[in-house]
């Protein structure tokens, strides 16, 4: 494909279950981002991938987060013992070069849905 | 700390009208601003990336502006349609935040037929 996809693209989840989400960027993107986006707020930063190097990983709300890009390109957030403040879309995007002036590109997400 | 906010929050018109939808962050040491549309329960769309050399860019029915010394941008829309119905949202990319983009909370546009 084209652009950035994500699976699954609706996730519902027990209180206390782990949960992974996937991103696959576009061919060649060699940054990738993970976001979260609460319901009426705008995306706010998870963690940021340089290749298989995890270069940021100041947004992530605690430690039950964990991302990972072991081949530098697929990568997957995990969240364990979720809980319900964890609800919420989960949205991963790509960019070509390491560069901050290059584009974001933006998969459909993930919505999680914790109960 | 970035700030980024969005004024209105929510916006109905007629079609055919002409609207402008603004942006306001608080450090103005930006790489760029990025506008992007979203549809419900969609992910974002990037509409126009305004590096901080530039004033504006544009594409189609779509101007946006940067205007980074007083820390605002403002998009605009002509002869707005339905199908732009959507939310709008504007992120800066910061130097001291690294590559990440820091986003608004959006402004939700509804265009009437």
């Known amino acids: 494909g084209a652009g950035v996809s994500q699976s699954p693209r609706y996730k519902v989840a027990k209180r206390g279950q782990d949960v992974a989400l996937r991103c696959d960027p576009i061919?060649?993107?060699?940054?990738l981002f993970w976001y979260q986006q609460a319901l009426g707020q705008g995306p706010e930063f998870l963690t940021y991938?340089?290749?298989?190097?995890?270069?940021?990983k100041s947004g992530l709300p605690s430690d039950r987060f964990f991302a990972e890009r072991p081949e530098g390109s697929v990568s997957t957030l995990k969240i364990q013992r979720t809980q319900q403040e964890d609800s919420a879309v989960y949205l991963c995007?790509?960019?070509?070069?390491?560069?901050?002036?290059?584009?974001?590109?933006f998969g459909p997400g993930t919505r999680l849905t914790v109960l | 700390k970035q700030e980024v906010t969005q004024i209105p929050a929510a916006l109905s018109v007629p079609e055919g009208e002409n609207l402008v939808l603004n942006c306001s962050f608080t450090?103005?040491?930006?790489?760029?601003l990025q506008w992007f549309r979203q549809d419900p329960g969609k992910g974002l769309t990037s509409l126009l990336l305004?590096?901080?050399?530039?004033r504006e860019q544009t594409s189609g029915r779509l101007n946006a502006s940067l205007d980074k010394s007083s820390g605002r941008s403002t998009l605009y829309i002509a002869a707005s349609q339905p199908g732009d119905s959507a939310t709008y949202l504007c992120?800066?990319?910061?130097?001291?935040?690294?590559?990440?983009?820091?986003f608004g909370p959006g402004t939700r546009l509804s265009v009437l037929p």
């Open positions: 995007a790509s960019s070509l070069r390491l560069a901050a002036y290059n584009e974001q590109f």
């Open positions: 061919s060649g993107h060699v940054s």
């Open positions: 991938f340089q290749n298989e190097a995890q270069l940021d």
């Open positions: 450090d103005s040491a930006i790489y760029n």
């Open positions: 305004i590096q901080s050399s530039q």
């Open positions: 992120a800066v990319r910061n130097p001291t935040r690294g590559q990440n983009f820091v």
